[in-house]
């Protein structure tokens, strides 16, 4: 069941949490990602965030294996190709629409190599010095076995750096923070033509509503990420309420097995 939503943090407002008849509770990711750069690139509190990733780069060794797990469109990868040149970087994204588009963005770089398939069925251990996770942990199944997925993948002593969603995706709010922006910034034309253009990300992030409010995507205080990243084997340098508060940031380093 999803926990609720830590004091202060976000809450959705007044909404029909059934799904649509025959409908399933759960994103249509190839959908999302057509519309997912686009509006990406408008969004203050998404660029903050990959802000923040490229300067944790520069504050690290760079990396000799880099995997970015759950990459979607290649934000995260793009950035580390920028950033780690010499890097060895695995994208592993089981949607077909979301990894098409990331091989188009990335085409030009032949360091990167992608895995098309569910985390769990990643065939390696013990060889990252860097994992990414982004927004994706949450709609993976069982949580706490992906985190001990994600810990087999590094080395001891491997960087793991951690977004994920935590609270309810306020549609109505997000809605309104987005347009105020986008209307500060390209005026009332602009904003209602960038909205229709990326209107799909509304419809997906309701389905992720569903998702959360059913139990199928993961939900999580602070405190409860928290816990289940440490008990993963991991040792957490640094957390953050990120996104707003709708997620946290958790960097990290793998802890030697027992």
């Given at each position: 069941m999803p926990s609720q939503a830590r004091a202060g943090a976000p809450a959705p407002l007044s909404f029909d949490w059934s799904a649509p008849a025959g409908q399933t509770a759960r994103a249509d990711w190839s959908a999302y990602a057509k519309a997912y750069d686009m509006l990406s690139e408008y969004n203050p509190a998404y660029q903050v965030l990959l802000q923040d990733f490229e300067t944790f780069l520069g504050?690290?060794?760079?990396p000799r294996v880099i995997y970015d797990v759950g990459g979607g469109t290649?934000?995260?990868?793009?950035?580390?190709?920028?950033?780690?040149?010499?890097s060895e970087i695995?994208?592993?994204?089981?949607?077909?629409?979301m990894m098409g588009l990331a091989q188009a963005k990335l085409s030009a770089h032949g360091n990167v190599t992608y895995f098309n398939r569910a985390l769990e069925d990643v065939?390696?251990?013990?060889?990252?010095?860097l994992v990414i996770c982004v927004h994706a942990l949450y709609?993976?199944?069982?949580?706490?076995?992906?985190?001990?997925?994600?810990?087999?993948?590094?080395?001891?002593?491997?960087?793991?750096?951690?977004?994920?969603?935590?609270r309810y995706m306020n549609v109505a709010e997000w809605r309104s923070y987005l347009f105020s922006h986008l209307k500060r910034e390209h005026g009332l034309a602009g904003a209602l033509r960038i909205f229709w253009q990326g209107r799909e990300i509304g419809k997906q992030n309701k389905s992720i509503l569903h998702a959360q409010v059913s139990g199928v995507y993961w939900t999580h205080t602070e405190a409860e990420i928290a816990s289940s990243v440490t008990a993963a084997g991991f040792k957490i340098l640094r957390q953050d309420s990120v996104y707003r508060g709708y997620s946290d940031l958790l960097v990290c380093r793998a802890m030697r097995h027992a």
């Open positions: 504050t690290i060794e760079t290649g934000n995260y990868t793009e950035v580390a190709t920028r950033v780690c040149p010499g695995r994208v592993v994204e089981p949607d077909a629409g065939d390696a251990s013990g060889t990252a010095d709609a993976m199944p069982r949580q706490e076995e992906r985190l001990g997925d994600l810990r087999r993948l590094l080395r001891p002593g491997g960087w793991l750096y951690l977004i994920d969603l935590g």
